[in-house]
């Protein structure tokens, strides 16, 4: 059974910290614990005496090597239980089933197994040998591309009448050659599946050999899966590779139905800029020249389009288009927030729905996709699991990159992947093993396996630590620092701090290179949020402290400035508001410098310098996890 693996004694600790400390409050959703479909079943496990294991699964292919047509379909999963910095990590991802061949699997038979392994561990389990209390296995929703969910749930594909998995929307076949079809607009939402229905639905078309509503028979998953509430639709996939793409490549091959074309010299003006902004430590892939945008990866795009792409487009976009393309970014940036509230869903609800309303009056008919359609979704999915980008496909596409490196030659590639995916997960553990009954190799071997790659750390109240080096000596500044401590020696100052996870740097760490984990956003005493860039950082009295340049806050976004009013009702009551564009804040660079409470910092932040009247550039905050591989 493959939970037994996971379930280590070190993985129960943590699952058990990170749910029993797991405080839910209605109406906010900051995990995927607090989605509607995780709420509903956790309850009546618990209630039933048992601890719940929750899998989020995919499903996908990957060519498996270049000179021969084969192809790997691996069936993955995590586990929501687990705290954030464990949950997406390699050591955690769960292999549950592998397909190797020159076709598609038989999804049928592929599936089988799987469904039959879930539906045994759903009826409760114990783990023989831990003091552990008894589990239940729950399938909380399953996360695939396009092209994959249809053949797993037996659906039409997109392209086929009904092909929508959520909703009723019939679509529409354009005429011509080949089978377009497009989902226009409508006033009237179409109606959602329902579970008991499209089951229904999925007998008759076995029955009839005809295919129901989009439904074209039974499939294993409709046992495990609720339809519509556990099909995820990828935000990877919809937004960055889809919507996102399809915008952007047009307008830079000058391919646009609306005649949209970024020229060469803009293009490379553009890449300019691009590469002047400097991102956090984490960010492992750097922005490339925006001409070779075929060929980006969908953790830049994400990048582009969460912390760059507004203020940067700006100047190149027409009005009616730039506020238009706002109306995305915004939308998905507050459906991917750290904390999301019923009122921010309902914000971005009317966003993604006046954005496809907009679609065929600024571009063409043709622009009315599947892909599209399918953003009116995305704010109940929300609702259902939580953050978007909490259960997307990042993690698994990375994982199945990982499963392609390990393997070599063309024989017994899945007894290979297999043994040695095996190895690398549960290395530790057998090692730990195999040294039981000698203490002092066990000590040693511990110590190895879980120290810290920190010789020491100093930890401060209020969850604060600071890394090595330490040093009394204080580093100097360009300009006076407001109330700073009248006491310098008492201080010890150092380059590197640790705060909710995330690692935050000084101007002064040598080994920052071209990271900007020094920018920040922190609150002030009236409890606005202000920017500004870290130089160091100050112990005083076990407390921390930050020497900051602060940014003065113009209080004005990327949508409120050098842009002409728009013309649609909807789009100027968003910008009336303030709501449209927000997660870009207009900053001005000044030279005051500050000690802040390090309490006080929320977020790191990305600077775009910007040729806007009142500015030198917009901020975005960072979020805490983009599920990086």
Known sequence: ???????????????????????????????????????????????????????????????????????????????????????????NILLSGLWYGKKKPNMQMFQQKFVAQVSSLSDGFCVTGQSTPKFKLNINGQAADLVAKGPSLNFKLFSGKWGCSVCLHPGRRL?????????????????????????????????????????????????????????????????????????????LRGSCPSKISISQADQVHITHKLCSIILPHDFKRKFRPVEEFHRWKASEKQALFLHAGLPILKAYLPTEHFYHHSLLVTAIRMLCADEITEYDIDIADAMLVTYTRLLPTLYHETECTYTSHA??????????????????????????????????????????????????????????????????????????????????????????????????????????????????????????MVKDGQVYHGLNYVYKRNSGSYLVQFKTQHGQPSFGKIHYFVKHRNEGYAVVNVFR?????????????????????????????????????????????????????????????????????????????
């Not at 496990?45 to 192809?71: C, E, R, V």
């Not at 995820?232 to 919809?238: A, W």
């Open 1 to 91: 059974m493959f939970v037994f693996f996971f379930l280590t004694i070190d993985n129960w600790i943590e699952m058990k910290g990170f749910v029993d400390n797991f405080v839910h409050q209605p109406g906010m959703y900051r995990d995927i614990l607090d989605g509607k479909v995780y709420q509903g079943q956790s309850t009546i496990t618990k209630q039933a005496g048992y601890f719940p294991i929750t899998l989020y699964w995919h499903l996908d292919g990957a060519p498996a090597m270049k000179s021969k047509n084969m192809s790997l379909w691996p069936i993955q999963s995590f586990v929501a239980e687990l705290p954030l910095n464990l949950r997406y990590s390699y050591k």
């Open 175 to 251: 005429p011509g050659r080949g089978n377009r079809r497009v989902y226009p607009h409508a006033s009237t939402a179409f109606p959602r599946r329902g579970h008991a229905d499209s089951i229904s639905h999925a007998q008759l078309a076995n029955e009839t050999g005809q295919a129901v509503f989009g439904i074209m028979g039974t499939s294993p998953v409709h046992s495990i899966l609720k339809i519509p509430d556990m099909l995820l639709l990828d935000y990877m996939h919809q937004v960055l590779e889809g919507e996102f793409t399809r915008r952007l490549s047009k307008w």
């Open 553 to 629: 806050n113009t209080g004005i976004n990327v949508c409120q400035i050098g842009v002409a009013p728009a013309k649609d009702s909807v789009l100027t009551e968003f910008l009336l508001s303030g709501v449209l564009g927000k997660h870009f804040t207009g900053v001005k660079e000044t030279q005051s410098f500050k000690v802040i409470q390090c309490t006080h910092i929320t977020s790191r932040v990305i600077f775009v310098r910007s040729g806007d009247a009142g500015v030198d550039g917009y901020v975005s905050s960072v979020l805490k996890s983009y599920q990086h591989d």
């Open 375 to 496: 953003l009116t979704h995305l704010p109940q999915q929300v609702r259902n699991h939580g953050p978007l980008i909490l259960h997307s496909a990042f993690v698994f596409e990375a994982m199945l990159a990982h499963l392609k490196r390990m393997f070599r030659g063309s024989r017994g590639i899945p007894d290979q992947i297999c043994r040695r995916l095996g190895a690398a997960q549960h290395a530790s553990q057998h090692i730990l093993e195999d040294v039981q009954g000698n203490s002092i190799a066990v000590e040693c071997t511990s110590s190895l396996l879980t120290g810290s790659k920190f010789s020491e750390i100093l930890s401060l109240d209020s969850g604060v630590s600071f890394l090595p080096p330490f040093k009394q000596e204080i580093p100097s500044t360009a300009f006076p620092i407001a109330d700073y401590f009248p006491d310098t020696q008492e201080l010890t100052t150092c380059q590197r």
